[in-house]
């Protein structure tokens, strides 16, 4: 008499599923965290011409087009700097977030073939262009120093307040792919909308012209109601910080560093609510 054994199934799953970022679990998963970094900064200029110089080209052909359109024909103010020094002072932080951004967003419906066979923290994706990106950054953010010996504008110590900027800009970043990752695997029409909401977003931040306009405009209030969107304060901050274009703007800085707070952590409920659906429908 033979017994025929049933055939079991083995279930990867979290430890803890209560918990909003298992910190212990992402220290765990460290190394996989890392290779995504590393292939995210090679695959992206593999077999390139110009390499990493498409991290310098791209904020520099913006920053021409910017300086003829809004600079030359629309004669559009810049606080009493160059145009060129003022819209590349913006681009710098825009172009790492609407990068970083897109990517994030389309992390897990690009990377389905690893989401569906092993187990690992789904956070990882969604956060690796966050850190990825910062390369471009840093590449694109050296030619600024550049281009202020040019035009003669010396730096001050206000550059010491740069870290801050670049914090909440990380966090305005991480915030809004969690978002968007998670409700790109259920809705497929996220990945279509990405190029008009990034188009969008950079014409709603002071990219090519200065948010003193809205101040003027609609005083206090509306100058604050603005500074909701993180990216405002960060991009103000940053002209000032390089180019001493006014005072630091710590209202707008402050409501958008609580705004992109509370973007992230209702992000991460979103994505860890989400995430036992991610592989089914991946």
Not at 48 to 76: K, N
Not at 100 to 114: F, Q, R
Not at 115 to 143: E, G, M, N, Q
């Amino acid at each position: 008499m033979t017994t025929q054994l049933k055939p079991q199934s083995i279930v990867i799953e979290p430890a803890h599923r209560r918990a909003v970022i298992d910190w212990r679990e992402l220290r765990e998963y460290r190394d996989l965290f890392y290779f995504l970094i590393d292939r995210d900064i090679k695959v992206l200029y593999k077999q390139t011409v110009l390499g990493f110089g498409w991290a310098i080209l791209r904020p520099v052909l913006s920053m021409v087009i910017f300086t003829v359109i809004f600079g030359g024909l629309a004669q559009v103010d810049s606080d009493g700097v160059p145009y060129a020094l003022f819209s590349y002072a913006a681009l710098v932080p825009w172009l790492y977030f609407s990068t970083a951004l897109s990517a994030g967003a389309l992390s897990l419906v690009n990377n389905t073939d690893m989401l569906t066979k092993v187990y690992f923290p789904r956070l990882i994706f969604p956060l690796t262009p966050v850190f990825s990106k910062l390369v471009d950054f840093a590449i694109s953010f050296v030619l600024v120093f550049g281009l202020m010996a040019w035009f003669r504008v010396p730096p001050t110590p206000r550059l010491l307040a740069l870290p801050l900027f670049i914090a909440l800009m990380m966090l305005t970043t991480a915030g809004i792919s969690l978002w968007l990752a998670a409700m790109s695997v259920q809705y497929r029409d996220v990945k279509h909308a990405m190029p008009f909401l990034t188009q969008i977003l950079m014409y709603a931040a002071p990219v090519v012209w200065s948010a003193a306009l809205i101040g003027e405009r609609f005083g206090p209030t509306g100058r604050l109601l603005f500074g909701l969107y993180p990216m405002v304060g960060v991009i103000e901050g940053f002209r000032v910080a390089l180019l001493n274009t006014g005072p630091l703007p710590w209202d707008m800085l402050g409501v958008g560093t609580l705004s992109a707070a509370i973007i992230f952590v209702t992000g991460l409920f979103y994505f860890r609510r989400m995430e036992v659906t991610f592989a089914d429908v991946a």
